[in-house]
């Protein structure tokens, strides 16, 4: 007698949540992840943070400056930090008292002045350059930056990945006193503030880490006030050939900056964009 056949049970195939979504086989069930069990009393255990997606390395930064400076700053071939000044330029944008306190200011983690740092906004409406659009009294400013309108000024731009790589380039170049037991060292760090560099509450990344923390911290604020009085700061000097862009307000001052710079061996783009040199109040 023929026993009769094990029925078997049908299943039915799951249903896909999306057409990407991969088809599970027999042989690899889904199984499901055995929750950890608490103890009374015990510590929670610490979650791994996720890594950031924010990618700090394409933030602009921008420095500027009088048109009357630039010829000067060209035929230097790059931009001098305040300490390392042996003239002042044509026009000065800095108050007096501000150099000072830039001066004894230290930059926390780095042990060197303010003023050994060529500084950088981080964005092309910072508060100090607002001052100067709305010819608004501001004790960092210089009286003669009030005498110029704002399509007097240019923006000089670069990105932290071009400064960051320019910078490293040039710690690694070789140098006459590579053979000496007491070569200098040569600073290649950036640091970034969340305030002005000067004032007493301002916070610092002056590491390759802790910089990268704060400008994740900058771009991540909701309202973006942080950001306008921020600082990037440079070691030193920044040469020209980091600098890829010359903002400008007009044509015609655009026609006058190529002028310059044909003078010179530093062919940065010179692009025309008014929104940076009116003031918040202006309607665009």
């Not at 610490?46 to 010829?71: F, G, M, P, W």
């Not at 800095?94 to 964005?123: C, H, K, M, N, Q």
């Not at 771009?219 to 050939?241: K, Q």
């Not at 862009?245 to 044509?251: A, P, R």
Request: net charge negative.
């Amino acid at each position: 007698m023929t026993e009769p056949a094990t029925p078997v049970k049908k299943t039915r195939a799951p249903k896909l949540s999306s057409l990407r979504d991969p088809l599970p086989t027999a042989a690899t069930p889904a199984a499901r992840a055995a929750r950890p069990v608490r103890v009374a009393g015990a510590p929670r255990p610490v979650r791994a943070e996720k890594a950031s997606t924010d990618n700090v390395d394409e933030q602009r930064v921008y420095h500027l400056t009088h048109i009357s400076n630039l010829a000067s700053i060209l035929h230097d071939g790059h931009l001098s930090a305040n300490a390392a000044l042996t003239t002042r330029p044509a026009v000065d944008i800095s108050a007096a008292a501000t150099r000072e306190t830039r001066r004894d200011a230290r930059v926390t983690g780095a042990d060197r002045s303010v003023a050994e740092y060529v500084p950088f906004f981080l964005s092309p409406n910072a508060s100090v350059w607002e001052s100067i659009r709305a010819e608004q009294a501001d004790p960092r400013l210089a009286l003669d930056s009030h005498g110029s309108e704002a399509f007097d000024f240019v923006m000089l731009v670069s990105t932290v990945k071009t400064i960051n790589d320019g910078l490293a380039a040039r710690a690694a170049a070789p140098t006459d006193a590579d053979d000496d037991d007491e070569a200098p060292h040569i600073p290649s760090l950036v640091a970034v503030t969340n305030g002005d560099a000067a004032a007493p509450l301002t916070r610092f990344g002056a590491t390759p880490a802790t910089a990268e923390r704060m400008l994740q911290t900058l771009r991540a604020e909701t309202d973006g006030t942080m950001l306008l009085e921020a600082e990037l700061l440079v070691p030193d000097a920044v040469p020209m050939e980091l600098i890829t862009l010359i903002g400008v307000c007009n044509d015609n001052v655009r026609a006058t900056v190529r002028g310059i710079l044909k003078a010179s061996a530093f062919k940065p783009k010179v692009a025309v964009y008014p929104p940076w040199f009116h003031t918040a109040a202006d309607p665009q």
